[in-house]
């Protein structure tokens, strides 16, 4: 029998992350073994993945020589930042270096770096139709990763780049469900215009992923975007009446309007979604959903996703 190659997962307890580890773990038979890490293995969450049969590692990106330790006879690591838990984009940079250096040192044969594109390339920072942030970016959460390519490139591992989408769970956990207006009728906001925007069940990124590993050799260097499906805002409403069983109107925030709403990364989003508009062909183009299926044959529809969610739909 062939040992098994471990996988060592950063955010191994989240929601890129988790849905990679549970990939594995549920491939028993599988090439591989799975190795989660997690800045406490002592918490609920990292406590339930060793019940469930990985190993557990502590290791914080934010700490190089964790992160050596931790993927140390690794022979994959799934490298993924958390933008939202400190909103800097030299941080994520930095963090991209100290992952890209750990698995270099480490010997590690194969990363996935979940990653985004560098706006700026469609969106030059003197381009007045949105507004520069910080100083040096358009979409901070966006280009910061993109600045973290480089850092994949010149450790010289070799690297697959995962271009996520928007995930539907934002409607769960980030507060982008429908909303009751004053007269108790429920509204979608999204600053999409009548542009498609590429979504995916978070779970489904992970075991994207998971096909990433499986085919190895032959996306390493690639490019890879991956999407569940390309919808409008109207669409989303629409799925959203159906499952609800009440009408859920589509309102188009206006990109000003959402950039001066009163929470902390308004202006990034406004940006984000702006990018997402505006170059419309280019971003679903690099987000073949064909392709992503092929990955991940379970790939979920929005409509699929919403009957296995719709209990935790957030109504604001
Ligand atoms: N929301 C979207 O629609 C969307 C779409 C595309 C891309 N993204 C990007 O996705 C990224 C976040 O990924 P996610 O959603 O999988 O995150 P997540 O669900 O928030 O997962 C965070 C996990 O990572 C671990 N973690 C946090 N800080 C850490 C650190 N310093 N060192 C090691 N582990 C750490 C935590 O585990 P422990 O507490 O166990 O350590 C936590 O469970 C963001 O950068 C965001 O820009 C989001």
């Known amino acids: 029998m062939t040992a098994r190659k471990t996988i060592a997962v950063i955010g191994a307890t989240g929601a890129q992350g988790g849905g990679l580890v549970r990939s594995i773990l549920a491939d028993a038979d599988g090439p591989f073994a799975v190795r989660a890490i997690t800045r406490d293995p002592g918490s609920t969450a990292a406590k339930a993945l060793a019940d469930a049969g990985a190993e557990v590692v502590a290791a914080d990106i934010d700490d190089a020589a964790s992160l050596r330790r931790a993927f140390a006879g690794a022979h994959g690591a799934y490298c ?51 507004p520069t942030l910080m100083g040096r970016y358009k979409v901070p959460h966006f280009d910061a990763k993109a600045e973290g390519d480089e850092a994949f490139r010149d450790s010289g591992v070799s690297t697959t780049f995962l271009l996520t989408s928007f995930y539907w769970d934002n409607l769960i956990h980030f507060g982008m469900g429908p909303r009751k207006g004053e007269d108790g009728s429920l509204v979608f906001a999204l600053p999409m215009g009548d542009k498609k925007l590429p979504g995916i069940a978070v779970a489904d990124i992970g075991k ?24 409008t805002g109207q669409e989303m409403a629409s799925a959203l009446s159906k499952v609800l069983g009440r009408e859920v109107a589509y309102y188009p925030v206006p990109f000003d309007a959402y950039r001066k709403f009163d929470f902390p990364g308004a202006d990034d989003l406004g940006n984000m979604f702006q990018f997402k508009h505006d170059f419309e062909d280019y971003f679903c183009g690099a987000r073949d959903i064909a392709f992503s299926r092929s990955l991940n044959p379970a790939l979920q529809t929005f409509d699929a996703w919403l009957a296995a969610n719709k209990a935790g739909i957030q109504i604001g």
């Open 208 to 231: 994207c992923a998971f096909g990433v590993f499986k085919r190895g050799k032959e996306l390493i260097g690639k490019r890879v975007g991956i999407a569940g499906e390309h919808l």
């Open 80 to 130: 993924v930042t958390f933008f939202w838990a400190h909103m800097s984009p030299e941080k994520e940079i930095a963090e991209a270096h100290a992952m890209a250096g750990a698995a270099r040192d480490a010997g590690v044969q194969h990363v996935i770096w979940s990653t985004l594109e560098d706006s700026r390339r469609w969106i030059p920072l003197d381009d007045d139709r949105m």
